[in-house]
């Protein structure tokens, strides 16, 4: 099956810094790549995705890269802002069917600190 | 914007008792997932449901579990004799035919 890891595990950042969080996958058949914010207590939120047909995707202060040669995918968050403090975690699917279970890797406690 | 919506949002039940959580997936969404969080973990998968039947389920998925869809609208998971170590945030996702999951918002199981 499918095995992510994420790293760093915490991040602390200034308001206005950039911070940026990696997952490896070890699936070479996966083709979705998931990111989702979780504020305390809350949903995970599903914030950015990635395909495996493009090497990067953007949306405003957001963006995700691919390197499906390393197998690896990371998180961009410019201009961060004290909303942003949350864990976040990276997920790719299993490649079997069209059933697309999410393995989560284990999460990116971000704080930004005003 | 649709949700996908969960109830209870907080169950506190004795061990050995059965507890049944549900979850109401965005309509027209066809597969369907339960997920777990122990406090300060990551999320796991649990099991997913399309076509009115079980795809995928994990290792923690045991014949003390099971999944449902009553009926058009109504997504459950029950736990039969829960066990201390059920203790835990369950999500419900749905997604359409495409990729993208949509998670709900959470149940929190204590178990005693």
């Known amino acids: 099956g499918e095995n992510v890891e994420q790293h760093p595990s915490t991040l602390s950042v200034q308001e206005g810094d950039s911070a940026v969080i990696k997952c490896t996958y070890s699936d070479s058949a996966s083709n979705y790549f998931p990111w989702y914010k979780q504020e305390l207590g809350k949903r995970p939120q599903l914030i950015i995705d990635i395909r495996s047909n493009v090497g990067e995707k953007k949306d405003q202060r957001i963006a995700v890269t691919l390197n499906k040669t390393a197998k690896h995918f990371s998180l961009h968050i410019t201009e961060t802002q004290p909303e942003d403090s949350a864990v976040y975690f990276c997920a790719a699917p299993n490649s079997g069917g069209s059933n697309y279970k999410l393995t989560f890797g284990k999460g990116t406690l971000l704080t930004v600190n005003p | 914007e649709p949700e996908v919506t969960q109830t209870p949002s907080h169950q506190v039940t004795q061990m050995g008792q059965e507890v049944i959580l549900r979850c109401v997936p965005i309509?027209?969404?066809?597969?369907f997932y339960w997920y777990r969080q122990i406090l300060g973990q990551k999320v796991e998968f649990l099991v997913s449901?399309?076509?009115?039947?079980?795809?995928?389920k994990s290792e923690i998925f045991d014949d003390q579990f099971s999944v449902e869809r009553p009926d058009g609208s109504n997504f459950t998971l029950k736990i039969r004799s829960t066990k201390l170590e059920d203790s835990a945030m369950y999500f419900c996702?749905?997604?359409?035919?495409?990729?993208?999951?949509?998670f709900g918002p959470g149940t929190r199981l204590t178990v005693t």
């Open positions: 309509s027209n969404h066809l597969y």
């Open positions: 449901f399309y076509n009115n039947e079980i795809s995928e």
């Open positions: 996702a749905s997604r359409p035919e495409i990729y993208e999951q949509y």
